[in-house]
């Protein structure tokens, strides 16, 4: 399943009450799965399932890319600079990305509707969450879609972290996408938070978070 986030468009979206599906993110921890810890470029860290492998077929430039091709999970991470968008003439608000990232997701998809959105925080950065589910009609067989969309913000960057897989299999993923969510952090505040000196106990700073099947 390739996806695709390089156009914007505006075509209307069809947005569903919150009473017919509200999913809130908890960050509490209740999944069996066993997950592995990651690191992109020193940007961010976050755990994924040890189940889900590297890949670089899902996305043109997202610089994470996890698949688990058995289960049908599926996960982008992609990094924008804010100075770089800047000297592009984009000075957005987080409302306004979050609104630009759940556009350009469904302009890959013949039919979307918006089930939930919220704000909320994460490690200390301001998210915007939002429960997406599509259908691909023009493909051999239709396909119905489930996206978590979860856009966060620092000072310096906007992050996308888009995970999708099939509609009948929302109630698996969907656990699976919030450990994803919550492990999310900032490697710049990460390290802040386990340098020794903010730490009595010395707590060792995070590894690298490599692979151990790559």
Same mark, same amino acid.
């Not at 947005?15 to 809130?24: E, G, H, Q, S, Y």
């Given at each position: ?31 069996a ?7 992109v ?19 043109d430039?997202a ?5 688990d @091709? %058995? ?11 804010? !100075? $770089?968008? =800047?000297?592009?003439? *984009? ?12 556009r350009?997701v ?8 918006v ?12 998210v ?11 493909? @051999? %067989? ?8 979860l856009?966060?913000? !620092? $000072?310096? =960057?906007?992050?996308? *972290? ?7 299999r929302?109630?698996?993923f ?6 994803i ?31 151990a099947?790559?």
């Amino acid at each position: 399943m390739n996806i695709h986030l390089n156009s914007y468009d505006v075509r209307p979206l069809t947005f569903l009450p919150l009473t017919a599906l509200l999913f809130l993110t908890s960050c509490f921890g209740s999944s069996a799965v066993e997950y592995k810890e990651v690191t992109v470029d020193n940007t961010y860290k976050l755990l994924v399932p040890q189940s889900m492998k590297r890949s670089n077929e899902l996305h043109d430039f997202a610089r994470l890319q996890y698949s688990d @091709e %058995e289960s049908g999970y599926f996960l982008i991470g992609i990094d924008e600079s804010k !100075s $770089d968008l =800047n000297r592009l003439n *984009l000075f957005y608000q987080l409302e306004d990305y979050a609104h630009f990232v759940t556009r350009t997701v469904a302009e890959g998809l013949d039919t979307v509707n918006v089930a939930a959105q919220q704000a909320d925080s994460i490690n200390g950065l301001n998210v915007i969450s939002t429960d997406m589910f599509g259908a691909m009609v023009a493909t @051999e %067989e239709p396909l119905e879609v489930y996206y978590r969309l979860l856009v966060l913000e !620092s $000072d310096r =960057n906007f992050y996308q *972290l888009i995970s999708w897989t099939s509609r009948d299999r929302v109630t698996q993923f969907r656990p699976i996408a919030e450990e994803i969510e919550c492990s999310f952090m900032e490697l710049a505040f990460a390290e802040e938070e386990t340098d020794p000196k903010n730490d009595v106990g010395g707590s060792q700073p995070a590894g690298s978070g490599d692979d151990a099947d790559e």
